[in-house]
């Protein structure tokens, strides 16, 4: 059964929250078109669909299906995913991870934050990002240095919370310079 409405609340509690991170991490206008493309019917419709509140429904739709088109379609469209970040290497002639531009590592920290505490309400931990990190880290997933530094970032907020860990990324270079 289809749950647009309470799908609905959910993408938009969890851009608000999204919203609120990337200010405090100085980055608001990424912030502010976060995750636009959940609302494009190609992500939506399978979203209130698979709906379940306590995880993503693109888990749902890959357990149905095998791949989440949704996932396919928004993965392609928002920087702030490591899996945006994959591309062809004319020397190797490998698909490899390309190194992901700071202000994008930051909307990931950000976005990863908000989501452990829709998910996760009121049993939240600021441990709970570094815990859903581990599943991949590690497992050559992201470009070396872009998975240091979110590892840095989700350890700092594990260890010392959301004040300093916000503190220590307004004072990271926001441009497109690159992680290292």
Partial sequence: MAHPIQHFRTITKHRHKVIINCARAGILWQGLKHDLSKYSPTEFIPG???YQGTR??????????GS?????????????????????NPKTKQIENVEMPIRFVIE??????AA??????????DSDPYTYFLRVKGKS????????????????????????????????????????
């Fill in 68 to 88: 989440s088109r949704a996932w396919m379609h928004h993965k392609g469209r928002n920087r702030h995913h490591y899996e945006y970040w994959n591309d062809y």
């Fill in 108 to 113: 990931m920290f950000c976005d990863r934050v």
């Fill in 141 to 180: 997933r992201m470009h070396p240095n872009t998975e240091k530094l979110l590892d840095t970032l989700l350890t700092m907020l594990r260890d010392k919370g959301e004040k300093e860990t916000f503190a220590y990324i307004r004072k990271l270079p926001k441009g497109e310079r690159k992680n290292g």
């Fill in 116 to 125: 452990s505490k829709i998910y996760n309400g009121k049993n939240y931990k």
């Fill in 56 to 65: 993503s429904p693109n888990e749902k739709e890959r357990e149905i299906y």
């Fill in 48 to 50: 209130a669909k698979y």
